[in-house]
């Protein structure tokens, strides 16, 4: 099955600074890679997802890239603010046969911006 | 104001008990789903289902039980099979389509161990 493997495990920037996370998969057929951010004690959000067919997807601070032939994919946050601050988990998934259910999540990045 | 609930948001379980979470979307997805997460890991899927009366094994689905007899419903039971049942549990739904849709969780629910 699946397997994603999520870097780093947690991450330590100044506000106004850039994190990237990375992930990596296994399956080359994954087509669908979300990234949801974790506030501590609530439910995880879609903060930005991308596509195979797209090579990298911006929403203002944030942005996705993808490598598919390296099979890895990054989260990019600029100009961090401490609201940033939460666990971020990336995920990836393939239709199988219109069974397009199942994520396959990394471990998860605590993500800290200090004032 | 559309979106998941679950409840309750804490649940306590003694020894040999069985105990329910509840899921409910009121956003007419088809799919729903539970996941468990543990500390510092990933989420891990229980039971999906993707149409009413129908439901599948997740990859941790041992100790656990569930019900679709109504599209908005979803709930979870953790038996007193489950031998390690402390933790923080997820419901999640989604449309059906031909692509991958975007889940969408609930604040989830953080079962206890007394």
């Known amino acids: 099955g699946e397997n994603v493997e999520q870097h780093p495990s947690t991450l330590s920037v100044q506000e106004g600074d850039s994190a990237v996370i990375k992930c990596t998969y296994s399956d080359s057929a994954s087509n669908y890679f979300p990234w949801y951010k974790q506030e501590l004690g609530k439910g995880p959000q879609l903060i930005i997802d991308?596509?195979?067919?797209?090579g990298e997807k911006k929403d203002q601070r944030i942005a996705v890239t993808l490598n598919k032939t390296a099979k890895h994919f990054s989260l990019h946050i600029t100009e961090t603010q401490p609201e940033d601050s939460a666990v971020y988990f990336c995920?990836?998934?393939?239709?199988?046969?219109?069974?397009?259910?199942?994520?396959?999540f990394g471990k998860g990045t605590l993500l800290t911006v200090n004032p | 104001d559309g979106g998941i609930t679950q409840s309750p948001k804490y649940l306590f379980r003694k020894e040999g008990q069985n105990v329910t979470l509840s899921c409910e979307q009121n956003l007419n997805h088809d799919a729903m789903y539970w996941y468990r997460q543990d500390p510092g890991q990933g989420l891990r899927l229980i039971y999906y289902?993707?149409?009413?009366?129908?439901?599948q094994k997740g990859d941790i689905a041992e100790g656990y039980s569930v019900s679709r007899e109504k599209k908005e419903s979803f709930p979870l039971t953790v038996t007193s099979a489950q031998k390690n049942p402390t933790a923080f549990y997820l419901c999640?739904?989604?449309?059906?389509?031909?692509?991958?849709?975007?889940?969408?969780f609930g604040p989830g629910t953080r079962l206890l161990v007394l």
């Open positions: 999640a739904s989604s449309r059906m389509g031909a692509l991958q849709e975007t889940q969408y």
């Open positions: 289902s993707q149409i009413v009366n129908d439901f």
């Open positions: 995920a990836a998934s393939k239709n199988s046969g219109g069974s397009n259910y199942k994520l396959t």
């Open positions: 991308i596509r195979s067919n797209v």
